[in-house]
């Protein structure tokens, strides 16, 4: 059976992008120095493949002298969690950027936000107090 890895973004500042996604209730999973490449590869997320959940690869290019682009046919992550008001607090307090506060989808119910991190990369936020549908519509 195939599955879904992880999702590859280029990051200036690793310390910085990793003190942000633990913001989110993110950890590092693992870490690996490529020095011949002079770059570091960090896997975040939730739990990690072998639990069966899907990873961003934060990838540090060491001499990189000039900003990346987050490019335009990028749109966000979307990450769930229990109470999005209360994750949007944790990103603010934490000097994190809300873009859009928590409140209800346009046209729907479910309660999202959206936060970018120090890249630019826009995370929507999505309530899930139980296992119920990602479906932002609903």
């Not at 890895?5 to 950890?27: C, E, I, N, P």
């Not at 944790?90 to 890249?119: N, Q």
């Amino acid at each position: 059976m195939s599955s879904y890895l992880h999702t590859m973004v280029r990051v200036r500042d690793l310390d910085r992008s990793l003190a942000f996604y633990q913001l989110l209730g993110m950890k590092e999973l693992r870490r690996n120095e490529v020095s011949a490449g002079r770059f570091t590869l960090s896997y975040i997320g939730y739990g990690g493949n072998a639990e069966g959940q899907a990873e961003i690869e934060l990838t540090y290019n060491w001499d990189q002298e000039t900003d990346y682009e987050v490019g335009t046919g990028f749109g966000h992550f979307a990450v769930g969690v229990p109470d999005v008001a209360a994750t949007v607090e944790s990103v603010r307090s934490g000097g994190g950027k809300v873009t859009r506060e928590a409140g209800p989808v346009k046209h729907g119910t479910t309660v999202i936000a959206f936060v970018e991190d120090p890249d630019g990369y826009k995370i929507e936020l999505i309530e899930r107090k139980s296992e119920e549908s990602v479906d932002a519509f609903k």
